[in-house]
């Protein structure tokens, strides 16, 4: 079955650094990998999709790529901020096209 | 716009007695939509889907249920709850199947804890 892992330790980082998170992925070859970001007792809410033709995504600070031969996404926000503390979340599509999330990853932006 | 709504956000339940979660969506119409539970620290874990009235796909064997008597309306419900169903329960609806890449958009979830 589709596995993936996200480091479950948290990240601290300093505000106005660049986070870095890593989603990767093993025994499938999803079509499309999706970013989601999730505050404290609330549901995850969409960021960003980037499919296995692409290799960089960009919204504003925030950076997608897609490595299908590693099987690796990562997740970059740059000049990070204090409020962009949550947990990210990454999902693929699976096998039954469904979507597959992974655990998160909880990121600390300290001022 | 489009709006999903779950209620109640946090319930308490003794082990053993029914449940009953609703999700309404607003402003769009066939949406497909999803009911998920998050173990803490864990991802969301597909429980049942329903890409229409009445059609309800199921992704895993326990003792819960979905129903969906009207187009922009999904219940989750069980007869008797378990310890084990404890979590966070999230609704989520979509535009389109999955396989076609359109986000998903939650619910703020609920909290549910078996005494």
């Known amino acids: 079955s589709q596995k993936i892992e996200q480091n479950s330790e948290a990240l601290n980082i300093q505000e106005g650094k660049t986070a870095t998170l890593t989603c990767n992925y093993t025994n499938y070859s999803p079509a499309y990998l999706q970013w989601y970001r999730q505050d404290p007792g609330r549901g995850p809410v969409f960021l960003l999709l980037i499919r296995e033709n692409e290799k960089e995504k960009r919204k504003e600070r925030l950076k997608v790529t897609f490595d299908t031969t590693l099987k690796q996404s990562l997740f970059h926000i740059t000049a990070s901020q204090p409020a962009d503390s949550a947990t990210y979340l990454c999902?693929?599509?699976?096998?039954?096209?469904?979507?597959?999330f992974g655990g998160g990853t909880r990121l600390m932006v300290k001022p | 716009s489009q709006t999903i709504h779950q209620w109640p956000a946090t319930l308490v339940q003794p082990v053993g007695s029914p449940l009953s979660l609703e999700c309404t969506v607003e402003?769009?119409?066939?949406?497909?939509l999803y009911w998920y539970r998050q173990a803490a620290g864990r991802g969301l874990q597909l429980l049942f889907y329903?890409?229409?009235?009445?059609?309800i796909s199921s992704e895993v064997p326990q003792n819960l249920s979905a129903s969906r008597p009207q187009d922009r309306q999904f219940i989750l419900s069980s007869k008797k709850l378990l310890l084990s169903d404890s979590g966070f329960y999230l609704c989520?609806?979509?535009?389109?199947?999955?396989?076609?890449?359109?986000?998903?958009?939650f619910g703020d979830g609920t909290r549910l804890s078996i005494l």
């Open positions: 989520a609806w979509s535009p389109d199947h999955p396989g076609l890449g359109q986000p998903q958009h």
């Open positions: 999902a693929l599509r699976n096998a039954g096209n469904m979507l597959t």
């Open positions: 402003g769009t119409s066939n949406p497909n």
């Open positions: 329903s890409v229409g009235i009445g059609q």
